[in-house]
């Protein structure tokens, strides 16, 4: 079984930034996309950002400008730099990585913007 393990949430201020980590425990083959989704109190799981092997990436339209995803280029870590953060953005950050037939998913990252 492959884990992704998630690091570098946290608590930070209104207009401050954020690097989220997430990286695969062996390597994976076959990645098609990789990517992230958060889930706040109450709402339902969206995607934040994804990217593909050739480096295209795609955000949610309340991201845009802000965040960042990039990845190794042996595609098994995937990171989201977030610039900017708003009360808003607070919720889990969940990484995913997609091949053909599955999915893998991270156990998940607090993130809270607040004063």
């Known amino acids: 079984q492959v884990q992704l393990v998630e690091s570098g949430g946290g608590l930070v201020q209104p207009g401050g930034s954020l690097r989220l980590s997430c990286t695969a425990s062996?390597?994976?083959?076959?990645?098609?996309?990789m990517g992230w989704f958060r889930q706040a109190p109450g709402k339902q799981r969206e995607l934040v950002a994804i990217t593909s092997t050739i480096n295209r990436a795609n955000y949610a339209d309340s991201v845009k400008g802000r965040f960042t995803i990039s990845r190794d280029n042996d595609m098994n870590t995937v990171y989201l730099q977030m610039n900017s953060l708003k009360p808003e953005d607070t919720a889990v950050y969940y990484c995913?990585?997609?091949?053909?037939?599955?999915?893998?998913w991270g156990q998940g990252t607090q993130v809270t913007v607040s004063s």
């Open positions: 062996r390597s994976i083959f076959g990645v098609i996309t």
């Open positions: 995913n990585i997609h091949l053909l037939d599955r999915d893998y």
